[in-house]
């Protein structure tokens, strides 16, 4: 395993610089208080390293179920040298080169989203803050007016509408989970909207909203425009000349990222970089002054920018910036190399998944991908929701309790209108039904698709042979 050698030798090189580092400035008794007795520590590192193994196999090919994997060798051991130090990127003065390091990786990011390079923009814990974080500017800039959300768009945004006290307008979705433009023009229309949201790449299909044409409506109607991009920004690369031609990946779509006024991008989701990276980025960098605060705790020492200025955050990990500096310098933001490679694999990994898929009896695609998650469902003899529905979760639970070779799915629920306007064959007997659905996030699901589909085709045959 190449993989866990690198990541054992950087991580005892990190933590070994890192101690180097820490004598050079002179030896001290530390307290005997911070010491553990080694018998309990044995019985309680025993205990945990077990517990873990509680998980699913995140790492392996045969886990395509949720957005999960494992940081890149190179990010894990580039936060654990920080984090030894644990610098605060709250201010300059908590961490100095990795409050620089954000500051860099933050303009790579802007680049990428094909925003101008006077873009501001910081990291945040996550998706769900970066958005909070846009959706305030939105109320700060537009006081009065609402926010545009389609249904297909994370849960999270109606949650901070709340927190926020915004009133939040539903836009309705097509049937593969996109904005419908026709709904879009018709609210922008009959009410008061300051912003709409749009998603590029959505948390359930990956389906990006058609953000190209989606835009001009929202100029039309003097609307604001935040795109969630905390799955799917970084596909945005596959959108330069440079990148493979990849049938269905809608790079007109990504493209047109470069023309909202605010965008969040998850570092954590695509970005290879354990839980605790998110990024928000504001085309405008006027808007920092809403973040002004004259706080007598802070230790601001210079006039350069810290980033605890412009973040609704106060502590953030210096680490979580380091380790995504060390990453993207690795393995580039370039279309043919670094991450654009490993996200070609995942896009095309969805293509070979549904082909796989096609080419069985014993299953079909719901919808073809856009990016890089595949729905699909067992085929059933009876033509109904809820025979598709049974066979799916039978299906999931089977799969996943194979005691030779267990395969991670997830069940994901769609609308009876959604999948008879998709699949007209079926009756609706239920409002909704699940379906299966894999994330296909890790370049090794390329070249294992075919087997693993393989493999689910069978089981679903024994289940249906054995249905009563
Ligand atoms: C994951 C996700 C979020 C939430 O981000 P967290 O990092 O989980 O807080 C928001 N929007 C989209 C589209 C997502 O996929």
């Given amino acids: 395993m190449a993989n866990s050698t690198s990541a054992n030798a950087l991580l005892h090189r990190a933590l070994q610089h890192v101690e180097?580092?820490?004598?050079?400035?002179?030896?001290?008794?530390?307290?005997?208080?911070?010491?553990?007795?080694?018998?309990?520590?044995?019985?309680?590192?025993?205990?945990?390293?077990?517990?873990?193994?509680?998980?699913?196999?995140?790492?392996?090919?045969?886990?395509?179920?949720?957005?999960?994997?494992?940081?890149?060798?190179?990010?894990?051991a580039a936060y654990a040298a920080a984090q030894r130090i644990n610098p605060n990127n709250h201010a300059l003065d908590g961490g100095p080169p990795t409050s620089q390091m954000e500051k860099e990786v933050v303009a790579d990011l802007a680049a990428m989203l094909g925003l101008p390079d006077t873009a501001l923009g910081h990291l945040t814990g996550g998706g769900t803050v970066a958005n909070l974080e846009a959706l305030w500017v939105a109320r700060e800039l537009r006081p009065a007016q609402a926010v545009a959300v389609a249904e297909n768009a994370?849960?999270?945004?109606?949650?901070?509408?709340?927190?926020?006290?915004?009133?939040?307008?539903?836009?309705?979705?097509?049937?593969?989970?996109?904005?419908?433009?026709?709904?879009?023009?018709?609210?922008?229309?009959?009410?008061?909207?300051?912003?709409?949201?749009?998603?590029?790449?959505?948390t359930g299909l990956g389906a990006v909203d058609p953000i190209h044409d989606a835009i001009p409506l929202c100029r039309a109607h003097d609307a604001r425009v935040h795109v969630d991009a905390a799955y799917g920004g970084f596909f945005r690369i596959l959108t330069e000349d440079a990148a493979p031609e990849i049938e269905g990946f809608p790079a007109e779509r990504f493209r047109a990222i470069e023309k909202a006024d605010s965008v969040a991008i998850d570092p954590h989701k695509h970005g290879l970089q354990p839980y605790g990276c998110g990024c928000i980025l504001f085309r405008d960098p006027a808007v920092g002054r809403f973040y002004r605060h004259d706080s007598p705790y802070t230790y601001f020492t210079s006039d350069d920018l810290h980033l605890g200025e412009i973040?609704?955050?106060?502590?953030?990990?210096?680490?979580?910036?380091?380790?995504?500096?060390c990453t993207l310098k690795a393995l580039p933001l370039a279309p043919d190399d670094g991450l654009?490679?490993?996200?070609?694999?995942?896009v095309?990994?969805?293509?070979?998944?549904?082909?796989?898929?096609?080419?069985?009896?014993?299953?079909?695609?719901?919808?073809?991908?856009?990016?890089?998650?595949?729905?699909?469902?067992?085929?059933?003899?009876?033509?109904?929701?809820?025979?598709?529905?049974?066979?799916?979760?039978?299906?999931?639970?089977?799969a996943m309790n194979d005691p030779d070779a267990p395969i991670f799915t997830s069940v994901y629920r769609l609308s009876a209108d959604a999948l008879t306007t998709l699949h007209p064959s079926l009756t609706a007997d239920r409002d909704e039904a699940a379906v299966l659905r894999s994330v296909l996030m890790k370049p090794e699901h390329e070249t294992y698709a075919p087997r693993l589909v393989g493999r689910l085709a069978e089981t679903a045959q024994s289940l249906e042979r054995s249905a009563p």
């Avoid at 873990?52 to 392996?60: A, D, Q, R, T, V």
């Avoid at 901070?160 to 097509?174: F, I, K, Q, R, Y």
């Fill in 20 to 76: 180097g580092w820490e004598q050079s400035w002179g030896s001290f008794d530390p307290h005997p208080s911070l010491g553990v007795d080694p018998g309990r520590l044995d019985a309680v590192f025993d205990e945990y390293l077990e517990r873990l193994e509680g998980n699913y196999p995140f790492h392996h090919p045969r886990y395509a179920g949720q957005m999960l994997k494992p940081p890149h060798p190179i990010a894990l």
């Fill in 154 to 202: 994370h849960y999270t945004h109606g949650r901070m509408g709340d927190v926020l006290d915004t009133e939040v307008v539903p836009v309705s979705a097509d049937a593969r989970g996109r904005m419908d433009l026709h709904s879009l023009e018709r609210t922008l229309e009959q009410d008061d909207i300051g912003t709409v949201v749009l998603t590029a790449g959505t």
């Fill in 311 to 325: 973040s609704l955050e106060c502590s953030r990990p210096g680490a979580a910036a380091g380790a995504l500096w």
């Fill in 340 to 346: 654009g490679s490993i996200l070609a694999a995942c």
């Fill in 348 to 398: 095309r990994a969805a293509r070979t998944w549904t082909d796989a898929v096609e080419a069985t009896d014993a299953l079909r695609v719901v919808a073809p991908p856009e990016t890089d998650i595949v729905a699909y469902m067992p085929t059933t003899e009876e033509k109904t929701l809820s025979a598709v529905h049974e066979a799916s979760q039978a299906l999931f639970d089977a």
